[in-house]
Every structure is written in structure tokens, then in C-alpha cells.
Nanobody
Framework: QVQLVESGGGSVQAGGSLRLSCAAS????????MAWFRQGPGKEREGVAA????????YYADSVKGRFTISQDHAKNTLYLQMNSLKPEDTAMYYC??????????????????WGQGTQVTVSS
């Protein structure tokens, strides 16, 4: 059973940085496509970034390219999201998710079967 637990959220001013972590059950990051999603108030859940288990190919939403970096540590079974140059529009609940596979054109929320409980990120102007 895949278990995912996010941490690292908080409140920050615009332009600041945060690093989110997702602690996964054993072997998850090395066997599953891992991703970060977010859902802002009154908005649909959207993909932020994803990373494949083998080659470690990464995919990003256009809105975060150049500002966010997804990475993983297989030895620690942990997924990360480094968020720099944060903007108020980045305010959302951030979720970690896992899927058996993903690709550059196929990593939308409905494809992921395992989810964490979320961690809140609030960016003030």
C-alpha cells in the first residue's frame, strides 16, 4: 500500500521560497511516477510538476517553470518541491501523488491513484 505524507508548507511573502517534502512508503519513489498537484480556493486541482521513477524525467506546468524544481531521494523515499520566487497566485493546498506511470503528455490528476493529505502554502503580497 502506497502512503504519502506531505510537509513543509507555510506562509511566506511574495518572492520568498519554500521546500515541500513528501515522505513515501518504501520503494515508492523508485517504482512510481511521483507528482505535485495544487488546489487553490475555488479552483480545480492542477498539476504542478512530475518526475518519472527511472530516468527521472521531469515535467512542469508552464506557470511554475523556472521557479519550481521537483526532485526525489530514493534512499530516503522522499519527494521534494523547491519553490522559489513565490507569487500570491501560488497560494493553494499542495498534494503529493503517485501513479504507476506517467509521460510528458499524461500526468493529469485523474491518472494518479495515491494521494497525500496535503500541505497548505500561503503567499502574501
Amino acid at each position: 500500500q502506497v502512503q504519502l505524507v506531505e510537509s513543509g508548507g507555510g506562509s511566506v511573502q511574495a518572492g520568498g521560497s519554500l521546500r515541500l517534502s513528501c515522505a513515501a512508503s518504501e520503494y515508492t519513489t523508485s517504482r512510481y511516477c511521483m507528482a505535485w498537484f495544487r488546489q487553490g480556493p475555488g479552483k480545480e486541482r492542477e498539476g504542478v510538476a512530475a518526475i518519472t521513477p527511472g530516468v527521472g524525467s521531469t515535467y512542469y506546468a508552464d506557470s511554475v517553470k523556472g521557479r519550481f524544481t521537483i526532485s526525489q531521494d530514493h534512499a530516503k523515499n522522499t519527494l521534494y518541491l523547491q519553490m522559489n520566487s513565490l507569487k500570491p497566485e501560488d497560494t493553494a493546498m499542495y498534494y503529493c501523488a503517485a501513479a504507476t506511470w506517467c509521460s510528458a503528455t499524461y500526468w493529469h490528476a485523474s491518472h494518479f491513484g495515491y494521494w497525500g493529505q496535503g500541505t497548505q502554502v500561503t503567499v502574501s503580497s
